[in-house]
């Protein structure tokens, strides 16, 4: 049984209604690390419905959360906003709202790409509206129960003033800063960094928030939460995640959702990502150089207690390779191999919106990494295709939308991912090199070929094996000379293939040319 429909078994036997929810703090580009709890709870949320149960999907957006410091991905200018909530600090690029709508409004864009749409809570909104106000006093009126809980459980030692309420300064408009000394329902006495003293009341609404460690807990109860899953950071022994627990069922008097850890996606070479560290790639970014289903099958075929290493160069063709593989099982177009787990499931669930009819075309993303560096455009990649027997001559609307999408894919990774060795330029003239005498040999022996040769990869890649063969020539040195007059450089894709997605004459016109 694949892991999310255990997990939604196991909370329909507590219950049919539930509320799952996950919450992202939108203080830079949103990456796909983060992308792994949305998804897993997306998971569990359909095989909830699908069973029958009465569940509800909902994402807090963080972005009544305090601007920490400075970032590297952020001008120096914004060390004035530090300590701010993100909803009250401009928008970096001067198009949205805030700062926090400048990465919210992509992520919830990406969201909808992959099939998530949960109903959105602003946490900004519900303190300014008043929502947490009951949660605000309850808190102060359990101050000593809730240090007690920090304490023991944390071995954090609070201070002896301290409240759990963070005033936002009337004048620095600052979170940070503040120290709450004093309560006395309704008013909380404070100081800030800034030189300013004062009180507020906190029966009005926005004048603060409660530090995240009773924020959380009381956003359970106040939402109804019943599932969350968290980061293995919050999950640690006096962590977030355990003092929530407690707080919720001792100070809210609510039963604390039910757990679900799950581990880091690792970026190959770099560790967990961190987007405040610009150790990420962003969400937005995975779905300009994969598609959407891609994406969820990484989260889907992985128990969320296994961690991932994410591979953004070489490792992303692999990735969707494996994903084709799993597509042409599930249609019956291939056998199931070894260690082809739950792959119906996985399949479904890593399907954005509905899942396909028949098998939509398919066409290896390594093959287009070839096609997208000789043809500029998708028609001309569409032209050589049908040129050479790749696609049919009636071509579906809906096959030719798919391969259309991920030739795009592949150009944005060509730009921005794909490592060097990997890209090329087929140079409209021949490039000035300085050929060998053997590979001149090569070169004017297969210049002889050519005209009668069958313009398929292996036909290809056999002729200039066997000329190298028969001349004694080393093969490596027989197929760097093809790439030298065509691309100007010492390798290249693989070369039958590669040739035989050029038009024929134009292959034989620049050998020709340079073996004058």
Known sequence: MHWADVLAEELLKKQTKHVLATGIT???????????????????YRCLVEKGGDAEFIYICDDYDPLRKVYPHLPSSYEQFVGKPLSEIPCPCGKHTSYADHYLVSFLGSLHEIGVNPQVYRASEMYKKGEYNESIQIALENTDKIRTILETLSGRQMPKDWLPYNVKCETCGRLSTTHPSLYEYPMVEYSCDCGHTG???????????????????????????????????????????????????????????????????????????????????????????????????????????????????????????????EEEVYFGKE???????????????????????????????????????????????????????????????????????????????????????????????????????????VLYILKEKIPDLTWEPEAIHNAIYEIAEEKKIPIKIAFTAVYQVLLGQEKGPRAGFFLSNLEKKFVLRRVTEAVK
């Open 335 to 441: 056998a199931e191999t070894k260690g082809m787990k739950e792959f119906k499931k996985i399949y479904e669930l890593s399907q954005p919106y509905h899942i396909p009819k028949t098998m939509p075309l398919h066409l290896p993303y390594r093959h287009l990494v070839t096609l997208d560096q000789i043809a500029k455009t998708w028609p001309e990649v569409k032209e050589i295709l049908l040129r050479t027997g790749q696609l049919p001559k009636k071509l579906k609307k809906d096959d030719e939308e798919h391969l259309m999408q991920r030739a795009e894919h592949v150009r944005f990774w060509l730009a921005t991912f794909a490592p060097d060795d990997v890209k090329f330029e087929v140079k409209i003239a021949l490039p000035k090199i300085i050929l060998t005498p053997e590979q001149e040999t």
């Open 199 to 325: 009180e507020v009341d906190i029966r009005k609404s926005g004048q603060g928030k409660l530090p995240w460690r009773v924020d959380w807990p009381a956003r359970w109860r106040m939402l109804g939460v019943t599932f969350e899953p968290c980061g293995k950071d919050h999950a640690t022994v006096g962590g977030t995640r355990e003092t929530g627990a407690k707080i919720s069922e001792e100070v809210y008097r609510y039963p604390h959702p039910g757990l679900l850890v799950y581990e880091f996606i690792m970026l190959k070479g770099q560790g967990a990502m961190h987007s405040s560290k610009g150790t990420a790639v962003s969400g937005e970014e995975m779905l300009k150089m994969t598609p959407p289903e891609v994406l969820r099958f990484l989260i889907m075929r992985n128990q969320p207690n296994r961690h991932i290493v994410f591979d953004s160069g070489l490792g992303l063709l692999t990735l969707v390779d494996e994903y084709d593989k």
């Open 26 to 44: 939108p203080s830079g580009p949103i990456h796909i690390g983060n992308m792994r709890e949305i998804l897993t709870t997306d998971a569990v």
